[in-house]
């Protein structure tokens, strides 16, 4: 009678129980949780940087405009007739003290600048300084000479009333164009330029009034 009883299928310690199954889904858990988070820090941090670089863009690294500044003129050999008029065939000497300032963080890189002077509408005198390059945040000045010819004054038809007043009135163009260039990234083209007005006495030889005007090409 005992070898007709049916055997058992498997032993009771082979049977899957409920807490290993618990634990697996427990552990299933946990590792998704992990990921959330580890995927949660990394878009965080992502998006820390992406604003970030988009406030230095727009604040640290914005390109400013660089800025050109005729600091002073100075005439020299300004020969005269009779005290009042300038003598035919000679030239007169004006030296500009011109500026550039770069109020950006990175370099402005420079070419020639040229100064012109025109004396009611006619070019009577040029001059090329040369290139250069601004640092960050600094001022670069620089000493233009400019030859004056006096044969076109003279052939002014303004030219007797501006010796009455004793003064010459002139107007000066300079012009400055350059790059910019932010860590390889940001790179910009822009050209100054500049228009002053100025009123030269003839006794002195100095500056009597100057009014300037700037404008900027990108």
């Not at 640290?60 to 005729?70: E, H, T, Y």
């Not at 020299?76 to 005290?83: F, S």
């Not at 300038?86 to 950006?104: E, Q, Y």
């Not at 012109?116 to 000493?143: F, H, I, Q, S």
């Amino acid at each position: 009678m005992e070898r007709d009883q049916a055997k058992p299928l498997a032993p009771v310690s082979d049977l899957p129980s409920s807490d290993d199954g618990e634990a697996a889904l427990h552990l299933k858990q946990v590792r998704r949780k992990k990921f959330v988070k580890c995927f949660g820090s990394v878009a965080a941090l992502a998006i820390i940087l992406a604003v970030v670089i988009i406030i230095l863009i727009f604040t640290v690294f914005r390109v400013k405009d660089p800025i050109i500044n005729m600091n002073g003129v100075a005439v020299t050999r300004l020969e005269l007739i009779n005290g009042t008029t300038p003598k035919p065939g000679s030239n007169i000497s004006v030296t500009a003290d011109v500026s550039v300032k770069n109020p950006n963080v990175a370099s402005f890189k420079y070419r020639n600048t040229t100064t012109t002077l025109y004396y009611y509408g006619k070019v009577v005198g040029d001059a090329r300084g040369p290139p250069g390059r601004a640092k960050a945040r600094r001022t670069v000045r620089m000493n233009i000479t400019i030859d004056i010819i006096v044969d076109r004054v003279l052939a002014s038809p303004n030219l007797v009333t501006d010796v009455r007043s004793r003064t010459l009135t002139m107007v000066s163009y300079s012009r400055v164009g350059g790059r910019i260039n932010i860590l390889n990234i940001i790179k910009r083209h822009v050209t100054v330029k500049m228009n002053c007005s100025m009123t030269v006495n003839i006794f002195s030889q100095a500056i009597q009034q100057q009014k300037c005007k700037r404008q900027v090409d990108v």
